[in-house]
């Protein structure tokens, strides 16, 4: 074997292992609460009535790729769900003073 | 050094394979593309772009760039939250909110710098 | 806190407190000149037209197509409906001031019992409740056509909405002031960014109308829609297009914001069912 064709070898094995580390690198578990965050987060900016229409198919798509056992794709599904929500809130909050900003003069 | 770089590139590659898959049908758009599509950009519901068919009028036309903004980065702060500037800004804070996303911002930058 | 940092929110912030303040009476004087003054050329009653009071284009089109309204058969089944007895022989005339006739300008109205508001809707729905019959779903359907009835009744009478001088019933209107001036959606759009600060103007080729107005023609009868639909259901197409999610047709939020609208336009003439693209 050649060097550089060893080389390779070892790039192709590294890539595998470290997919593959990448892959199993989310645990179920950890899926599970980010999407059981992601609701709660939801659930809030409802509470506000700053809902958004994003967070809600996020979410969905989360529990869709848990299923499938895609734990990668479904922590970050759940975690842009989340952040949608976050970001709701805080715009329900700036809200409480910027709103006034738009009345008629 | 130049050996080294193969596995690099191979994880690189894996890393970009395994946490960017979202990204991909944002990248095959171009900058022109992400600034007309109703459910990214959709700058013309408010601008003049030229080539841009049907345009609003609730924002300026989006013309002579270069001369007016010289400065890459004031531009950029106009689309990423256009409220720092004015609180009620009716345009979209499209970075702020995550509506688009970095490589999409650079994107347009780029595009608007050819109007 | 950075916000208040910023000179210029600073400043209009101190200029707004006055309005934040207003009674809802000076509220619809500067509400109303606001638009009297943008659009000097236009009488105020003609803002009951929405959209077509500002399109000269889209106008044309519009009363072409009024020679044979869409709405015609839902309105004539509406009337039918109010007219038919419920099982156990009352009408829903019995549940309404003046038999139900030329009131719809009365609406929202505010329960100082209850403390709630009181949407047309509502209390068609709380009238076959009473008389033990279902309550109809709220955004299109028989309730549609029964409310669409009812408004035909009081075609030209002036809106006339009133808030009685209770704290509960001035934090309701506070409250649904305060959504149509707030911020919404991913896309960040409060209902006056369209329809106050640039409404004339245009979004793609969408005119944008006058809040002015708006309340005053429902139900209507969208050519998208197919149907005739609630006030309600107008209010989730807006809040869909700015990626917020719509909330439940009669929430306190929904009828508190229909009240602050009505109020907008008292004084403006009672012109629905109408139509809409």
Same mark, same amino acid.
């Given at each position: 074997m050649k060097k550089s064709q060893l080389i390779r070898t070892l790039g192709l094995v590294v890539f595998i292992i470290s997919s593959s580390v990448l892959a199993h690198g989310i645990t179920q578990s950890q899926v599970e609460q980010a999407i059981a965050t992601a609701e709660k987060l939801l659930i809030q900016s409802a509470q506000v009535d700053h809902q958004w229409s994003t967070a809600e198919p996020l979410i969905k798509q989360a529990k869709k790729a848990l299923q499938l056992k895609q734990y990668e794709n479904a922590y970050s599904f759940a975690q842009k769900a989340s952040q949608q929500s976050t970001l709701a809130l805080k715009q329900a909050d700036t809200e409480q003073a910027n709103w006034a900003l738009n009345l008629p003069k | 050094?130049?050996?080294?770089?193969?596995?690099?590139?191979?994880?690189?590659?894996?890393?970009?394979?395994?946490?960017?898959?979202?990204?991909?049908?944002?990248?095959?758009?171009?900058?022109?593309?992400?600034?007309?599509?109703?459910?990214?950009?959709?700058?013309?519901?408010?601008?003049?772009?030229?080539?841009?068919?049907?345009?609003?009028?609730?924002?300026?036309?989006?013309?002579?760039?270069?001369?007016?903004?010289?400065?890459r980065a004031a531009l950029k702060a106009q689309i990423w939250d256009a409220t720092v500037k004015n609180p009620i800004s009716i345009m979209p804070p499209f970075g702020k909110h995550e509506i688009l996303n970095d490589t999409e911002i650079e994107k347009i930058l780029d595009y608007l710098y050819t109007l | 806190m950075k916000i208040f940092l910023n000179p210029f929110v600073f400043i209009a912030l101190i200029a707004v407190t006055v309005n934040v303040m207003?009674?809802?009476?000076?509220? *619809? *004087?500067? !509400?109303?000149?606001?638009?009297?003054?943008?659009?000097s050329n236009i009488d105020l009653d003609e803002f009951s037209n929405g959209v077509y009071?500002?399109? *000269?284009?889209?106008?044309?089109?519009?009363?072409?197509?009024?020679?044979?309204?869409?709405?015609?058969?839902? #309105?004539?089944?509406?009337?039918?409906?109010?007219?038919?007895?419920?099982?156990?022989?009352?009408?829903?005339?019995?549940?309404?001031q003046n038999d139900g006739q030329n009131i719809r300008q009365n609406y929202p109205l505010f329960d100082t019992q209850r403390n709630t508001v009181v949407t047309l809707e509502l209390a068609i729905n709380e009238c076959r409740i009473h008389n033990n019959e279902q309550p109809l779903p709220y955004k299109k359907g028989d309730i549609a056509k029964i409310s669409a009835y009812m408004a035909s009744t009081s075609e030209g009478s002036a809106t006339n909405v009133s808030i009685p001088d209770t704290k509960e019933a001035l934090s309701a209107y506070q409250a649904g002031k305060q959504f149509f001036y707030t911020k919404h959606g991913q896309l960040n759009f409060s209902c006056a960014n369209c329809h106050v600060q640039y409404a004339g103007r245009k979004a793609r080729s969408e005119t944008l109308s006058t809040a002015?107005?708006?309340?005053?023609?429902?139900?209507?009868?969208?050519?998208?829609?197919?149907? #005739?639909?609630?006030?309600?259901?107008? !209010?989730?197409?807006? #809040?869909?297009?700015?990626?917020?999610?719509p909330l439940e047709a009669q929430s306190e939020t929904y009828k508190n914001l229909e009240y602050f609208l009505s109020y907008m336009s008292n004084g403006l003439p009672i012109n629905g069912p109408a139509s809409r693209k």
């Open positions: - | 050094m130049k050996k080294n770089t193969t596995p690099v590139a191979f994880i690189l590659l894996a890393l970009t394979a395994t946490l960017l898959p979202g990204l991909l049908s944002a990248t095959e758009m171009t900058g022109k593309e992400i600034a007309f599509d109703r459910s990214k950009g959709n700058c013309l519901a408010c601008h003049a772009i030229e080539d841009g068919d049907m345009p609003g009028n609730i924002g300026p036309p989006l013309i002579v760039m270069k001369a007016r903004f010289p400065d | 207003a009674t809802p009476e000076e509220d *619809k *004087k500067t !509400f109303q000149q606001f638009y009297s003054e943008r659009f009071a500002l399109d *000269k284009d889209a106008r044309s089109q519009w009363e072409a197509m009024s020679d044979f309204p869409p709405y015609e058969d839902a #309105l004539e089944e509406g009337e039918e409906l109010f007219n038919t007895p419920f099982e156990n022989g009352n009408h829903y005339a019995s549940c309404f002015l107005g708006q309340t005053t023609h429902f139900p209507v009868y969208r050519l998208k829609w197919e149907a #005739l639909g609630t006030l309600h259901r107008r !209010f989730d197409s807006c #809040l869909i297009n700015i990626r917020a999610t």
